[in-house]
């Protein structure tokens, strides 16, 4: 290969790229999140500055499942948003994420600095009448949430302005000696967003301690309010918002 052709690779491997191109496209994205009250100084320290906790002292915990995603694949992921503010603008910090699916995992880390490690995530109807979602990380179950299914009939139109709100990862890549090369927070909103259902209802949340998932260093004091919806949409490209390195 040339310079022209190594300049033109997707990923790695060279041989057989990871994942495909963005924009990527979502087809019946389905969303169980669990909204709940948490402890604000574990909140502070999960938050990088120059974002701020927007003093709700609200975490989101959710299930996303991902039938059809252009140059992804199929798969389930599960972790911790918190609402925020940058520059007094409102936005979604993504905290952890876990999921089961490589090209995802590897993706999402390289382009656009999503928290992603493998675990394995579940989000189903148990017995007719339960949405549940499920992580466990090394066999070991570290969450779970319940909603009655299909509870309460929510508006589209401002379930989808929900999800277009501008939401932020802290991207870090170290160079080859160790040292970091890329430290940013990188901002996108979702686009093309077409809510198909929506509903809410009461909700239940566990968070169980583990160390290698360490979902419950968020811990739940109380939860507010389960919601539940379909979409489809579109994930485009990343912006960076703020370079520490700068």
């Not at 999800?163 to 940013?184: E, F, M, R």
Request: with cysteine; net charge negative.
């Amino acid at each position: 290969m040339n310079q022209k052709d190594i300049l033109l690779l997707q990923s790695m491997p060279a041989a057989s790229p990871s994942y495909g191109r963005p924009p990527c496209r979502f087809i019946n994205r389905e969303y169980f999140t669990i909204s709940y009250e948490s402890d604000p100084d574990s909140i502070r320290q999960a938050v990088p500055e120059p974002l701020q906790p927007d003093g709700s002292n609200i975490v989101l915990y959710e299930w996303i499942k991902m039938p059809d995603s252009s140059g992804l694949g199929s798969y389930e992921e599960s972790g911790i948003v918190i609402p925020c503010t940058f520059k007094g603008e409102p936005c979604n910090f993504t905290a952890q994420m876990y999921l089961n699916n490589g090209p995802a995992i590897l993706g999402g880390r390289e382009i656009w600095g999503f928290p992603k490690k493998w675990g394995h995530p579940s989000l189903k109807v148990e017995e007719t009448e339960t949405l549940t979602g499920t992580l466990y990380y090394n066999n070991t179950l570290v969450a779970m949430g319940t909603m009655p299914f299909k509870y309460n009939v929510l508006d589209n139109n401002a379930v989808a302005k929900t999800i277009g709100k501008t939401q932020i990862n802290l991207k870090l890549i170290p160079d080859v000696d160790g040292k970091p090369k890329i430290v940013q927070l990188a901002a996108y909103n979702l686009e093309e967003v077409t809510v198909k259902g929506a509903w809410s209802g009461p909700a239940r949340l566990s968070l169980i301690p583990h160390v290698n998932a360490p979902v419950a260093d968020l811990p739940v004091k109380s939860c507010i309010e389960g919601k539940h919806f379909i979409a489809d949409l579109t994930l485009p490209y990343a912006r960076v918002l703020h370079d520490y390195l700068m």
